[in-house]
């Protein structure tokens, strides 16, 4: 007896099959499936995709938009100095509150895989204790990964080399760091080197926020590469933002990209806050503030894209929808090829769960019975329309339903159902 058939599934390549659970996991994948099965879902045709995957958020600031005050510049600085403000009144109840209802948020949309930067500046570390709270209760539904990131500088501030060792005591499994936010090019330059040997030394992951500047001359993902290739770290560092490449000279980008590519550093874009804290003192044209997405693919260079911010002092828009991200990367990117739209689509699929290294995903007989059906039938109508997430689906059951949704147009006596397809 299965525990689950999903019954006329189109997935991700088009392949039409049902999908069979038991105990959790995916038993097989083919078309004609028979049962018994406790459950029977009839996708009928509508694309099943593995969950979505958010490989860059900031968990501990979500929610938050408007304490004690909105950003008014729209910069990233405006918003550091607002999260600085906020910071000492933050409650451990409080910050579990939001965080928890952020991932309902996720949950509902799809997204079943989180990795969250938690700033270890506060010495109290108490967003610290609350995430990783969260991250165990949570377990059951949602994967979140935590990267212990010194909002205000490694080198910079006083005690964050003490605060972030701590934080990783306590559990937090990714070493961060902000290299273009130390007081030099030097000093972010032998952030970049600590942390890296940090990282070696524990055998953890790196994700560095690095280059969040349109300043050409922020070239500190040159030192990640070199770092990861001298420690042997290749496959396990992450450079998120890296928004200077957008601004930099191609002769020195097509150098820097055969360096990244060499130490397969993974790169994690994100196009809903870059856009607009990027480009806030250019006058016109104004830059676009996402890395170069299209090239660092083409140069076999596996980049995801996360939403970094839902409701914060960096940006107070958002639901948590990584269909959001994408359809905003491919437009801000120029990834409109059919083939780039699927890259788009697999931005916030597998390739963040490539960077979170999570071993079972995919729709794949033996892994995790994890996916998502979606009121639509492939990928690229997927990003065109970002559909309802109709189930939702973890270790095998049902933890996510959202009703279809359909129009009518009355003209005159006549009413028309309204399918936003081409008839
Ligand atoms: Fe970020």
């Not at 279809?404 to 006596?413: D, H, I, K, L, T």
Request: charged letters at 25%; a negative charge.
């Amino acid at each position: 007896m299965l525990d689950l058939l999903v019954t006329n599934a189109n997935l991700t390549d088009g392949k039409a099959v049902d999908i069979a659970v038991a105990d959790g996991r995916i038993s097989e994948v083919a078309p004609g499936i028979k049962g018994p099965a406790h459950e029977v879902i009839d996708a009928a045709g509508q694309l099943v995709t593995a969950p979505f995957v958010d490989s860059h958020f900031h968990m501990d600031s979500t929610l938050t938009c408007g304490l004690p005050r909105h950003n008014e510049s729209g910069t990233l600085l405006e918003g550091i100095m607002l999260w600085d403000e906020l910071k000492p009144s933050l409650t451990a109840e409080a910050v579990k509150e939001r965080a928890l209802e952020l991932c309902r948020w996720s949950i509902a949309r799809g997204t079943l895989a989180i990795r969250s930067h938690v700033d270890v500046s506060d010495p109290s570390l108490l967003a610290v204790e609350v995430l990783l709270e969260v991250r165990e209760e949570l377990r059951p539904w949602l994967d979140l990964q935590l990267v212990a990131f010194p909002q205000n500088g490694y080198l910079r501030q006083p005690g964050a080399v003490h605060n972030l060792a701590r934080a990783l005591d306590l559990g937090v499994e990714v070493v961060g760091g902000i290299p273009h936010f130390e007081r030099s090019e030097a000093q972010g330059r032998e952030s970049v080197r600590l942390l890296c040997e940090l990282a070696a030394a524990r055998d953890l992951p790196v994700d560095m926020h690095c280059d969040e500047s349109d300043d050409p001359w922020s070239r500190q993902v040159e030192e990640l590469a070199a770092q990861t290739q001298r420690l042997g770290l290749h496959g396990r560092v992450s450079g998120s933002h890296l928004t200077s490449m957008h601004s930099m000279d191609n002769y020195y980008v097509s150098k820097l990209m055969a360096l990244m590519q060499e130490a397969q550093l993974h790169v994690i874009a994100n196009p809903l806050i870059n856009i607009t804290l990027q480009g806030r003192h250019d006058t016109y044209p104004k830059r676009r503030g996402m890395t170069r997405v299209k090239e660092l693919m083409a140069a076999g260079i596996n980049v995801a894209m996360g939403h970094d911010c839902v409701m914060d002092p960096w940006y107070r828009l958002g639901s948590h929808d990584m269909l959001d991200v994408a359809h905003m990367g491919l437009h801000v990117g120029h990834l409109t090829g059919r083939g780039e739209m699927l890259a788009a689509f697999d931005a916030v699929t597998k390739n963040g769960a490539a960077i979170l290294q999570l071993g079972d995903y995919g729709i794949e007989k033996g892994n995790s019975a994890d996916f998502v059906i979606l009121q639509c039938t492939d990928p690229v109508e997927a990003l065109r329309l970002r559909p309802v997430r109709l189930y939702v689906v973890r270790r095998g059951k049902v933890v996510a339903e959202t009703a279809p949704v359909f129009s009518r147009v009355a003209m005159g006596e006549t009413r028309y159902d309204v399918s936003f397809k081409m008839p």
